[in-house]
Nanobody, 124 residues
């Protein structure tokens, strides 16, 4: 059974940094596309970053490019989202998701497994 557990959210001032973690069990990264998504109050869930296990490439939404960085630890079976220069508009619940043998993450409807999310609040 695949399980994803996020942690690391919290309250931070604008300009600050946070690192989110997603501990995965029941999967190996090279067979999955792993995505970070977020959902702000009153808005649709959106993709933030995608890691493609089959080739190790990573992509980012334009809104977070150069501020957020995806990384993974195959020993701990954990992925991370390093978030720098945070803005109030980054406030959202952040989710980790996995797509089995996905060439890409696609949209949220394409993902097979989801964590429960972790709340990030950025104060101005």
């Amino acid at each position: 059974e695949v399980q994803l557990v996020e942690s690391g959210g919290g309250l931070v001032q604008a300009g600050g940094s946070l690192r989110l973690s997603c501990a995965a069990s029941g999967l190996t990264f090279d067979h999955y596309a792993i995505g970070w998504f977020r959902q702000a109050p009153g808005k649709e869930r959106e993709g933030v970053s995608c890691f493609r296990g089959r080739d190790g490439s990573t992509s980012y939404a334009d809104s977070v490019k150069a501020r957020f960085t995806f990384s993974s630890d195959n020993v701990k079976n954990t992925v991370y989202l390093h978030m720098d220069r945070l803005k109030p508009e980054d406030t959202a619940v952040y989710y980790c998701a996995a797509r089995f043998q996905g060439p890409d993450c696609g949209g949220s409807h394409d993902m097979d497994y989801w964590g429960k999310g972790t709340l990030v609040t950025v104060s101005s």
